[in-house]
């Protein structure tokens, strides 16, 4: 048969459909193969994501701040900080806002600073018998800072000097919350759930 009266056939027009359909989809795994092997995402989205090397999925938003203020992390404060949580925490309820997995981040753009600032935090534990303490180590711009160990029923108050070297003139503040005793939510579920403290309020103060 001539090739032209082939390719007019209907079988024939039926396995050229399908040989192309087949092709296609080849190359289409080809491509989620290339972008799995090296995947065009984010830092961020993938150290999240793909290499699981944080639980804190950074959010690209910056709180603002004026020194001298308290600001409540409790459901009162939930408009003020929406900004300043940018991962690592759960929504702001009546007794605070619940840290979720390992680490937890708020940042906030602050006007020109000489000194250093002094913080204030209040925060309270979250226990589950028989751990009854949760070490929180903080670090702001990089630089470790503090570290806490909170325990008992009533909300302590935290203080730490967050000196001029820290700021660094970059006119940010990101404070970096590390949990190391964080209590997973059953056996089975994934440390990004993990629970340790509830911020209840914050505030900074120039030296």
Known sequence: MPLSEALRSPRSAVSLGGYGLAVALALSEFAILALALSPDVSDDYGAYYIDRTTTCLNRNAIGSYTPGR???????????TADMRVCGWSGPVADGTHSLGETSRLRLALPPVRGGLLATLQMAAVKRPPQLTQRVVISANGVRLHQATVSGAAPMTVAFVIPQAALADTGRLELFFDYPDGIAQSPAASNIYNRSIKLISFRLDAL
Not at 70 to 80: C, E, K, L, Y
């Open 70 to 80: 308290t600001i409540s992390f409790r459901s009162d404060g939930a408009r003020q």
